[in-house]
């Protein structure tokens, strides 16, 4: 009991100053892409960007007078770096499969109006579920990216250094604020996936466990989560950004658009703003007596 106690401040501290700049990832990854071919995977940089956060969260050092903001952009930014240096070429096989099963994914979403299970995919496109699982797995190693064709220092080029103007300022700090709000909106399971993986780093295999669920699902999960937020901060600030449902009177979209108007109706502009100071920085959450 006394370990608990010593040890839950700490690590709400750090979750607090993870969750706070989630958006600076979004915001060096969105800048890297800019840069890119289009068929370069968001989630893959986004992914590597998120892990380099909560090291550098781990390893930050208040008192050497670094703001943590451009301590954490520095190793987001190589992170982002390695990843691209790291990713292959992807045959066209597949990719073309990996589109495939995307689109037979989004067929079966519409119709079961949840996601549906790697058996149900895989019955779906009359193959098994092994041959999912290989496809899901290639597409996580095979990027179609290759840096080959840059030159030395090209990729270093591609993300720069620049500090917020007044405006860019103002809607980096509204988007922390949106963030917030739209991660305490997420149902309880996602919600519980985001802070367990992201915030807290816990290996799939005891998030699986706790849910009493599959890692497959649970990846699952984190990916229904991460569309989730991405959409339900983009309907309140890029509308266009937000992909179009076919079906919008069907139970998904309506269930995604009760979910749209719990994140704009959890707080104002003001509290919103609240999150961070007037440089970004988080500001100490306030825990209720």
Not at 62 to 77: L, Q, V
Not at 115 to 128: D, I, K
Not at 173 to 180: A, C, K, S, T
Not at 245 to 256: L, Q, S, T
């Amino acid at each position: 009991m006394t370990t608990t106690a010593t040890a839950t401040p700490v690590s709400r501290e750090l979750e607090d100053l993870i969750r706070a700049h989630m958006p600076l990832v979004g915001h060096l990854v969105r800048e890297m892409l800019g840069r890119l071919p289009s068929h370069v995977q968001r989630d893959d940089l986004t992914s590597a960007g998120l892990a380099a956060l909560v090291t550098a969260a781990k390893s930050f050092d208040a008192e050497r007078g670094i703001p943590f903001a451009r301590f954490a952009s520095t190793r987001i930014r190589g992170a982002l770096l390695d990843e691209l240096r790291g990713q292959d070429w992807a045959s066209r096989s597949v990719r073309q499969r990996a589109r495939q099963a995307d689109t037979a994914r989004q067929q079966l979403i519409a119709t079961l109006g949840r996601t549906p299970t790697p058996a149900e995919l895989a019955s779906a496109m009359g193959v098994g579920v092994h041959e999912i699982e290989a496809v899901e797995e290639d597409v996580q190693r095979a990027v179609v990216l290759s840096l080959q064709g840059f030159t030395a220092g090209a990729a270093e080029e591609m993300v720069t250094e620049r500090t917020l103007g007044p405006e860019e300022m103002l809607l980096h700090r509204e988007r922390i604020g949106y963030l917030h709000d739209a991660i305490e909106a997420l149902p309880d399971r996602l919600r519980l996936v985001v802070q367990r993986y992201f915030l807290r780093e816990q290996p799939m295999a005891e998030i699986a466990e706790e849910l009493n669920v599959t890692e497959s699902r649970v990846s699952q999960l984190r990916a229904e989560a991460l569309a989730l937020l991405k959409d339900g901060i983009n309907t309140q600030l890029d509308p266009e950004l937000v992909a179009h449902n076919d079906r919008p009177e069907g139970c998904v979209a309506r269930r995604r658009a009760a979910y749209y108007a719990q994140v704009a109706g959890r707080g104002s502009l003001t509290s919103r703003l609240a999150a961070t100071n007037a440089n970004g920085m988080p500001v100490a959450v306030r825990v209720a007596a």
